[in-house]
T-cell receptor
Framework: GAGVSQSPRYKVAKRGQDVALRCDPI?????LFWYQQALGQGPEFLTY????????KSGLPSDRFFAERPEGSVSTLKIQRTQQEDSAVYLC???????????????FGDGTRLSIL | SQKIEQNSEALNIQEGKTATLTCNYT??????LQWYRQDPGRGPVFLLL?????KEKRKERLKVTFDTTLKQSLFHITASQPADSATYLC??????????FGRGTSLIVHP
């Protein structure tokens, strides 16, 4: 596709359930980012991949959050034992360059809106 | 600690006027700064990037300034239109050059 695709667009889960959110980046984009966006706030960094390598996961809020990108393309963000505070929009972004200093713009998907009941 | 500040109050202006949005930052020495637009229910869309050695950047009706002494960027939309109504986010490279976003300012252009 032409842009970053995320699925599902909406996800409702009961507290304690596990969820998996998918991101299809733009073909050929090396860098992939996950962000969490609360209502009225800017995107908050979660984790960063360069190809299949997870180079930074410092933004993951707890060990219940896990991300992978096994073949360097599609990425999955998994949240185990969900809590109400996990309710947010999860955004995925990709960029062409492997070097973040090259200041390539990020291309975002439209996010997955996660609601934990 | 590092901080990016954007006005949390919505900016309301009349169609045809110039909108000016502000991004202030502390404890950053950014090599560049980016502006994004975000519509409700959508992901941010990249608009402009300005480097530390550039004072001003223009793209159609958009103009961005970058003052590294004041630690401030201004984002201007001239001849604003209702279709310009959206939230505008600024982003700076944080640790490891990973983009860090402000909370955004909502712009509402009234016809």
């Amino acid at each position: 596709g032409a842009g970053v695709s995320q699925s599902p667009r909406y996800k409702v889960a009961k507290r304690g359930q596990d969820v998996a959110l998918r991101c299809d980046p733009i073909s050929g984009h090396v860098s992939l980012f996950w962000y969490q966006q609360a209502l009225g706030q800017g995107p908050e960094f979660l984790t960063y991949f360069q190809n299949e390598a997870q180079l930074d996961k410092s933004g993951l809020p707890s060990d219940r959050f896990f991300a992978e990108r096994p073949e360097g393309s599609v990425s999955t963000l998994k949240i185990q034992r969900t809590q109400q505070e996990d309710s947010a929009v999860y955004l995925c972004a990709s960029s062409l360059s492997r070097r973040l200093t090259r200041n390539q713009p990020q291309h975002f998907g439209d996010g997955t809106r996660l609601s934990i009941l | 600690s590092q901080k990016i500040e954007q006005n949390s109050e919505a900016l309301n202006i009349q169609e045809g006027k110039t909108a000016t949005l502000t991004c202030n930052y502390t404890n950053y020495s950014p090599a560049y700064l980016q502006w994004y637009r975000q519509d409700p229910g959508r992901g941010p869309v990249f608009l402009l990037l300005i480097r530390e050695n550039e004072k001003e950047k223009r793209k159609e009706r958009l103009k961005v300034t970058f003052d590294t002494t004041l630690k401030q960027s201004l984002f201007h939309i001239t001849a604003s239109q209702p279709a310009d109504s959206a939230t505008y986010l600024c982003a700076l490279p944080g640790g490891s050059y990973i983009p860090t976003f402000g909370r955004g300012t909502s712009l509402i252009v009234h016809p």
